[in-house]
Every structure is written in structure tokens, then in C-alpha cells.
């Protein structure tokens, strides 16, 4: 990894800047859900701030892609850290029920600032990273989703407790602050910015350019039906992780922290075997997918506490490599000058449908036993992978037979 960061001078402090804001938002995320049950003892004001941050990607998720293929990548995402760092202050103001409002406002501006932050700072990748570097830095991508599970939601949950809420909401103001400077040194963003690539999409509509690269590529269609499918069945996940720690194994608030370490440490794990793949990808993208259904499978039977924490580690294990797979495709196939308007809809799409997901899988919970829900959420994910690896090669099939003497990719 030191080795990768150091060749990679540029992607390391956007690496650095992801590490910051991440373990920033956590800390926060944990405080501010912790302050709102204080606050109101409602369990429904926690789910309304939830929904919240899954509501601004529909609107501001394609504006940031569209933003990032027209202007300088840097000073958006300069900007929108340095925007989102009043509205991680305002937290410190929540007290009682009358001020509940500022986390809901709060949390939407947040939110939208992530919303255009997200598909910019991906699709600044490819711009900065060699060719030969690219499997090896989406891998890198999946180790610092896991140090900030680690140093985020375990730690988090932890200084608050000590310290009080307050503490962190100011932490994930530095965090910003802190990220906005290194990103600001990121000039190579704005040389990549050409006349050329600015004025190519003006006056053409963004429907027709992405329907145009994504059915042009069959890697793209197929990365494309998995932002559809597997957020689906990854919310159940996200709304089982706690319930599991708290109802089925009765290890409160620190079981909460241990199983989300269990994901980090598997998704870091991932790093020596994703950094090592060069050829297909989409293959082993899609076992790793099915092998991490069975896990899910697997750990909604879990019995014994260190049964579980196993199969979270495997099961985030092959998680990451079957996101470094499809990140490393995506960036490939997906022509520079339009990375920021796929990126921006494949976002969106991604977070829409795991944000109906969670609000799905939660209702479920009230009339459906928790590992059962967990059991269907797992069988989801194996049959995604066998739907996705039959369409896959009904595609390649249909390509080579329209052209066989070329190879499909």
C-alpha cells in the first residue's frame, strides 16, 4: 500500500482526504444518532434522518457528475468540503425537541454536498492514476472504506461516550477543513479540464449520452444492472448489522461498533489478493458476489458470536473485491470526457435504491423474523450473480457471433 501511495503521489492525498472525511462524517454520524434518541426517544426521528441522506443523490447526484465533466474537479470538491463544514457545526445547537429541525436541514445539506463529492472525487481517479496502477488503487478505494468502519464507527461510538457528542461534531468540521487543504494542492484536476472536453457535451442531451456508453459497452450494461440489483439486497444488510449486535446477540452498542470492525477489517483484507488481479474481471466480480451471498446466508444461521464475526470478515472480503473489480471496469471502459455524468447516474441510482431498500428492510423487521429476512437478503445476492453472469455471456455470446473474429473483453 506505502509502496502504491508513493508512486501515486496525487491519488494519495486524494486517498488521505477520502480517509478524513470518512472517519469525520462516522464520528459524527454515530454522535448525532446517539443525541437524536436522547433527544426525542423516538426511534422514527432516527429513520427520518436516515431517509434523509438518501433523498438529495436523486437530484444532486447527476448535477454533480454533469459539474465534474464542465468544470475544474479540484474546486468542486474543495468547495463542497469547505460547504458542508457550517452545516457539520450546526449539531452542537441540537439540545431539545424544538431545535430537532437543524438535524434534519443539516443532514440534507450534507447530504447533497456528498451527493456531488462522491461522483467527482471517482471519476478524478482515472485522471491521475497510471493505467497499470488502476486494479491496485480501487483496491486501495476498498481499504480506506474499511479504516474509516474501523477508525469511524467503532471509535466514534467510543469518544462520544467519553467526551460527549459535541466533541465529534466538531471533529468532522476539522475533518473537512483538514481535506479541503490537501485537495487544493490537486492542480493535475484542473490541467485535465480542456476546452475540447467542455464544450463536447454542451447541446447534447445527457439521456442519449449515457444510453449511448453504456449500451455500447456490455461491461457497462452489466455493471449498470448491478447498481439496480445488489443495493437492493446490500440495505437489508445495513438495517440487519445492528439488529443482529443488539437483538440476536444482545451485545448492545459495542456489538454495533465490533461488527462494523469485522466489515473494515474484511474489506482491508481484500487489498492483497484485488491488488494482484489483471484479467477477468467481470468473472470474478460476480463469484466474488455470489460467494459473499452465501456468506451473508451463512452468518444469518450464526449461532455463536466469533461464527458471525467470521462470516461478516469473509463476507466484506469478497465485497471488496468484487467492488474493485467493477470500480476498475467502470473507469476503464467509461470514455474521460463523460466519466463525471455516468459516475454521477450510476451514484444516484446506487444510493436511491439501497436508500428504498433500508426503508423496506426496516418495515420488514416488524413482521418477519430477523434471520429470516437475512437468509432472503443472502439468497438475493447468489441470485444476482447467476442472473448477471447469464446475461453476462449471453452478451458475449451475441457479440462474438456478430463478429467472431473479435474476442469480447
Known sequence: MISILKEEKDYARLFFAGVLNGIGDRFSQVALLALLLQVTGSGLAVGLALAIRVIPFLFFGPLGGMMADRFSRRKILVCTDLGRILFALSFVFVNDVSSVWIVYLSSFFLAAG?????????????????EKNMIK?????????????IGGSFSGG??????????????????????????STLRVLDRERTEGSMSKNKGEDSFFIVKDVIFHSSLLLIIFLSELLIPL????????????????????????????????IGLMLSFPVAEKLKNHLMRIALIALMFEGFCIILLSQSQQVWMAI??????AFFSGLCNTCFDTMLMRETPKDKSGL???????ISNTMIGISMFLAGLATVWMPN????LLGGTGFVISSIFLFSFYYFLKYKKQKKSPSKASC
Not at 459535541?166 to 473537512?176: E, I, K, Y
Not at 455516468?342 to 444516484?348: A, R, S
Not at 434471520?371 to 437475512?374: C, D, E, T
Request: no cysteine.
Open 114 to 130: 456528498e451527493a456531488i463529492y462522491a461522483p467527482t472525487r471517482k471519476s478524478a481517479i482515472p485522471l491521475m492514476v497510471k
Open 137 to 149: 488503487v480501487n483496491s486501495l478505494e476498498q481499504v480506506m472504506v474499511g479504516v474509516v468502519l
Open 158 to 183: 467510543v469518544v462520544t461516550s467519553l467526551f460527549g457528542a459535541n466533541l465529534t461534531f466538531f471533529v468532522n468540521g476539522a475533518s473537512f477543513l483538514i481535506a479541503a487543504v490537501l485537495l
Open 233 to 264: 439486497f446490500n440495505g437489508i444488510d445495513n438495517v440487519l448489522l445492528s439488529v443482529y449486535a443488539v437483538q440476536e446477540f444482545h451485545l448492545g452498542d459495542v456489538g454495533v461498533g465490533i461488527f462494523y470492525g469485522s466489515l473494515g
Open 310 to 315: 467470521v462470516f461478516l470478515i469473509t463476507a
Open 342 to 348: 455516468i459516475f454521477g447516474l450510476f451514484t444516484t
Open 371 to 374: 434471520r429470516l429476512l437475512g
